[in-house]
């Protein structure tokens, strides 16, 4: 059975830099196209971005757009977000998770995914 685990996230200052990962264990994820979503506090789950399986498309949410960047090394089983220019409202917990069909189509809804990390924080603050 296909596993998500989240890595990488921290305590960062304003117009800072984090670099996540999401690895796989279980299955290739070369199948699945990724997505990673964020939780801020007090707030809904919200998607983040998304990646095809063969890593030559993806789509931002429009508050990360110039500043997070998607990728996959599919042969480390790993999605990466880039995230710079961290800002105070991009603290949270972030996931990944896996959508067997249609791309990023409907990247947006969480019933699209199938499995779900448990998530990492990233704290943004003085």
């Known amino acids: 059975q296909l596993q998500l685990v989240e890595s990488g996230g921290g305590l960062v200052q304003p117009g800072g830099s984090l670099t996540l990962s999401c690895t796989a264990s279980?299955?290739?994820?070369?199948?699945?196209?990724v997505g990673w979503f964020r939780q801020g506090p007090g707030k809904e789950r919200e998607a983040v971005s998304c990646?095809?399986?063969?890593?030559?498309?993806?789509k931002y949410e429009d508050s990360v757009k110039g500043r997070f960047t998607i990728s996959r090394d599919n042969a480390k089983n790993t999605v990466y977000l880039q995230m710079n220019s961290l800002k105070l409202e991009d603290t949270g917990i972030y996931f990944c998770?896996?959508?067997?069909?249609?791309?990023?189509?409907?990247?947006?809804?969480?019933?699209?995914?199938?499995?779900w990390g448990q998530g990492t924080q990233v704290t943004v603050s003085y």
């Open positions: 998770a896996v959508k067997e069909k249609y791309g990023c189509a409907g990247y947006v809804f969480e019933e699209e995914y199938g499995y």
């Open positions: 279980g299955s290739s994820l070369s199948a699945y196209n």
């Open positions: 990646i095809v399986s063969a890593g030559f498309q993806w």
